[in-house]
């Protein structure tokens, strides 16, 4: 018996990385996962492993820049497993760098891929959530936004501000319709990562000196297990909050 049997949950940008992390962790907790992301042979992959678990996966593949993409996810999602219980707003396409360095395209594929996108997902699955008598939405967000320099942040920040403002309004709306909504702002290995801390040693070096815990969090084993919680019974009482897990190196005010 797993704290989520029976519950299904819809996870953007699933094929790699903490996206791929948090599938795994909901997965061997009995919740059948819908694997959103663009390229088909990842969600393929974390299906694979899912099975391997003897769980259920189904792989959607979703550009969530795309209206109809994101509707065809949730339908598809809903068509497949039954309904929605537990949405993960996770895939989003922003490149960190200074202010003069961004265009206008980039800047807007950033917000489409945000803010716009966990708006729109929200949207189609409150009306599931709704029906199931409640559900919970957790939506990635970023301590670079709270950081004492933010330079070459504020494009992300920005972005991921974005999507934390439409958490708490979320929050605060839809707990009547017994749905909880929380953003959590994680520090865990990726491939984005993985590369740039091989191609900037000393800047890595320095990164990870920076957190209290003395290393880069485990997709799965640090934010996949918190969510596990977050989206579990005995966080209940609990919403509309930011939730870091970055191993104690950001201090939200």
């Not at 704290?3 to 992390?21: E, M, W, Y």
């Not at 259920?56 to 219980?85: H, K, N, Q």
């Not at 000196?209 to 019974?233: C, M, N, T, Y």
Request: proline share 5%.
């Amino acid at each position: 018996m797993g704290t989520l049997d029976g519950k299904v949950a819809l996870i953007t940008g699933a094929g790699q990385g903490i996206g791929q992390g948090i599938a795994l962790a909901l997965a061997k907790e009995g919740a059948a996962i819908a694997v959103a992301g663009r390229t088909e042979s990842k969600l393929l992959d974390t299906c694979a492993m899912l099975t391997d678990l003897g769980a259920r996966g189904e792989p959607i593949v979703c550009d969530v820049s795309d209206r109809e993409d994101i509707a065809r996810a949730v339908g598809g999602t809903v068509a497949a497993l039954g309904s929605v219980d537990i949405l993960v707003n996770n895939a989003n396409d922003c490149k960190p760098g200074p202010i003069l360095s961004i265009v206008d395209e980039d800047y807007e594929r950033s917000f489409a891929t945000g803010p716009l996108a966990t708006l729109r997902m929200m949207q189609l699955c409150h009306p599931h959530m709704k029906a199931r008598g409640g559900g919970v939405i957790i939506n990635l967000v970023t301590a670079a936004a709270v950081r004492w320099d933010a330079s070459n942040y504020g494009a992300y920040g920005s972005i991921k501000e974005g999507m934390r403002s439409l958490t708490r309004a979320a929050a605060c709306e839809w707990g009547g319709d017994g749905i909880r909504v929380l953003s959590v702002a994680p520090h865990a290995a990726s491939p984005a990562l993985d590369r740039w801390m091989e191609k900037n040693p000393e800047e890595a070096a320095a990164f990870v000196a920076g957190i209290p815990l003395g290393r880069v969090g485990d997709p799965e084993s640090d934010i996949g297990r918190a969510i596990v919680f977050l989206v579990g019974p005995d966080a209940g009482y609990l919403t509309g909050a930011t939730i870091p897990l970055d191993g104690g190196q950001s201090r939200w005010g």
